[in-house]
């Protein structure tokens, strides 16, 4: 169990530099989800943290100790890949086994280490296994068991679900979230997917082109996005984005010439072009709403219906409702917007913050 | 025309079958010819006509090449020469192709095709230069030069085969090892080299055959029943006036042997050898 910091690292093969110096904090025994499309770097900083990629600049921290220069086995951490990675010659046991077998832990204790984990993670009728032996679930769990046995300061995840089906993946992410409270390790996970982001996260951090966009706990992030990139990127279905120009104190024109009311008069000058983002439950149907458009689609998920509505001016805009309302295709209808879901970004892309938000 | 397509297949699937057959005729028959001539008595096979089945058959040709001819010598010369190959190129060609394949280093394509291109070298451009050396080293007439030239010849091979197939495993695995606190030596020990153990069956058994067979080197620098390979040792079979045809036959089966044992034994490992990287694992 250990702190991790990130002090302005940076990430450049040769003059091309990937990672524009990142700065997070991670306390002791947090779950932080580095969360962004693919491409954009969230994969190589866990990597730096390993010690699998050299850190070009700034510093990587775990425990109080300046990390850069150590080598991945004296870091005390543990790694659970996307393709879980065992090695395909040795029994579930053996995999577990094998950084015991090279620190020269004693073979009783290795095997009671062994047995240990394999009772967390239900794997003890599987020991003397191959993992060509087991299915995709049974191999990402050995490939966690591997990493608890060893009992390291930080566990750091590299997309492990990505390779599972839908349904084994909603069973391993309550599976990951069962072992961060049991165990109260740090972890640091890597994913592209939200859903797991805002699941397991006790803090989320968004990357994007190598930046960090935003650091939060995950419901603050969906209420709160500090940008459109962390807006559009957090919530699914995504956040409808209207461009809007400000008109009078405290309201909105919109491309279609409908206006709506904001919370508070803005800080910029009358007709500044802002963007207005609604989350897909804010949009509501309502006969004498603001907003004027004709449905597209209706798609029934059962508990909830997404409606696509294309506005007078043709502008997609999407409508999360509980239950099944009743609209057809083609439908005219009227829809109003819920406050608490509204949010405004300046032309810069920045969250403009309404009284009550720091 | 209700089942034309049925016909089809039936044709294709004769003429694929005939097609194999074919081909097995092609290479298997003058095997087996050279068998039949090792169990046919001599004067059947100065016949004008020569008759395909060893009727009736004998067994004098084998017992002549062991009793009078020593050939069990030379197989012990092929074997300790093959053996030691075959064991050195497996471990410097593997260290080799594991460095290449994993380990940072700088020009490795650079590298590969020099290591390629030693052996396009005609050999016996290299025979004269070779034989000096041996000589003026005092290595004539010995296991160790002939060892030493059958490396140089089969290590490209292996380096190039082992490299490939290292290639085809997930970098992922390495780095896990790597977390797990493996160094280069123990990554390369437990586990790439147990992962690899068919390309290592394949190419040890290719470098053995190529040292086994080899006649051109060994008969330039070995002069002596003591040293002397099979194929060196089944060309002092034939004098100036007598080629002991039913010898020749009777020593090629004894050498082929023990090459089909080991490729029946190891045929497990060789199929996954040569079709490993086919599909995505």
New interface residues.
């Given amino acids: 169990m250990a702190p991790v910091s990130l002090r302005s690292v940076t990430k450049a093969y040769g003059s091309f530099e990937v990672i524009h110096g990142i700065d997070l904090e991670i306390e002791d025994g947090a779950f932080v989800v580095l969360v962004g499309p693919s491409g954009c770097g969230k994969s190589t900083l866990l990597r730096m943290i390993?010690?699998?990629e050299t850190i070009s600049g700034g510093e990587v921290v775990i425990d109080g100790e300046v990390m850069n220069d150590v080598p991945?086995?004296h870091r005390d951490?543990?790694?659970v890949?996307?393709?879980y990675?065992?090695?395909?010659?040795m029994t579930v046991a053996q995999n577990m086994g094998?950084?015991l077998r090279?620190?020269k832990v004693p073979q009783a204790e290795a095997a009671e280490k062994i047995r240990a984990s394999a009772d967390i993670l239900g794997l003890t009728d599987l020991l003397d296994r191959y993992p060509r032996q087991l299915s995709g679930g049974q191999r990402q769990r050995v490939a966690m068991g591997?990493a608890i046995v060893r009992n390291p300061k930080v566990f750091l995840f590299d997309e492990p679900l990505s390779n599972l089906d839908a349904a084994l993946r909603m069973q391993m992410r309550v599976e990951i979230a069962e072992l961060h409270q049991k165990l109260g390790t740090t972890m640091i996970y890597v994913t592209h997917d939200q859903v797991e982001a805002m699941t397991l996260a006790t803090k989320i951090a968004v990357v994007n082109k190598g930046r960090l966009e935003q650091v939060a706990p995950p419901v603050r992030l969906y209420e709160r996005p500090q940008n459109l990139f962390v807006a559009r990127f957090i919530g699914a279905p995504q956040m409808n984005i209207l461009p809007a120009r400000l008109a009078g104190a405290a309201e909105a024109r919109l491309g279609d010439g409908s206006v709506i009311a904001l919370r508070r008069s803005m800080p910029l000058g009358e007709g500044s072009g802002v963007s207005v983002g609604i989350r897909p439950e804010a949009l509501l149907l309502s006969e004498d709403g603001p907003l004027g458009g004709r449905v597209t689609l209706a798609e029934h998920l059962g508990g909830l219906t997404l409606v696509h509505i294309a506005l007078t001016d043709g502008t997609p805009v999407v409508l999360q409702a509980v239950g099944a309302p009743t609209v057809a295709v083609g439908d005219l209808v009227r829809l109003r917007i819920d406050p608490a879901g509204l949010h405004l970004f300046d032309p810069e892309g920045r969250r403009i913050s309404t009284p009550g938000e720091s | 025309m209700l089942s034309s397509w049925r016909t089809q297949l039936l044709i294709t699937r004769i003429a694929l079958y005939v097609a194999s057959a074919l081909i097995v005729v092609w290479s298997v028959a003058p095997f087996l010819w050279q068998v039949s001539t090792s169990f046919q008595e001599d004067r059947l096979l100065s016949a004008p006509t020569p008759s395909f089945l060893p009727w009736p058959g004998t067994l004098d040709h084998f017992r002549n090449i062991f009793v009078e001819k020593e050939f069990h010598l030379y197989i012990v010369n092929s074997a300790i020469v093959a053996g030691l190959t075959t064991l050195f190129c497996l471990a410097i060609g593997g260290a080799a192709a594991f460095a290449l394949a994993r380990l940072r280093v700088y020009y490795r394509f650079g590298i590969l095709a020099l290591i390629l291109s030693v052996s396009m070298f005609p050999q016996i451009a290299i025979v004269a230069p070779l034989y000096l050396a041996a000589s003026a080293l005092g290595l004539m007439n010995t296991y160790t030069i002939l060892v030493i030239i059958y490396l140089s010849l089969g290590l490209p091979l292996v380096i190039w085969v082992l490299f490939g197939y290292f290639q085809t495993i997930p970098r992922e695995i390495d780095e896990a090892a790597i977390i797990d606190g493996a160094g280069p030596l123990r990554l390369m020990i437990s586990v790439i080299l147990p992962m690899s153990l068919p390309g290592f069956v394949t190419t040890g058994l290719l470098a053995f055959i190529m040292a086994w067979n080899e006649f051109m080197f060994a008969l330039a620098f070995t002069s002596g029943v003591d040293r002397q390979t099979i194929p060196v040792g089944i060309a002092n079979f034939t004098n100036l006036y007598y080629v002991p045809w039913g010898d020749l036959a009777a020593a090629s089966v004894v050498v082929t042997l023990p090459l089909v044992l080991l490729v029946l034994g190891f045929q497990r490992w060789i199929i996954q050898g040569l079709t490993q990287g086919a599909v995505k694992e």
């Avoid at chain 1, 990675?85 to 010659?89: F, I, S, V």
Wanted: no cysteine.
């Fill in positions: 390993a010690g699998l991945p086995k951490i543990a790694m890949f996307q393709n990675a065992l090695y395909p010659h094998f950084s090279l620190t591997r």
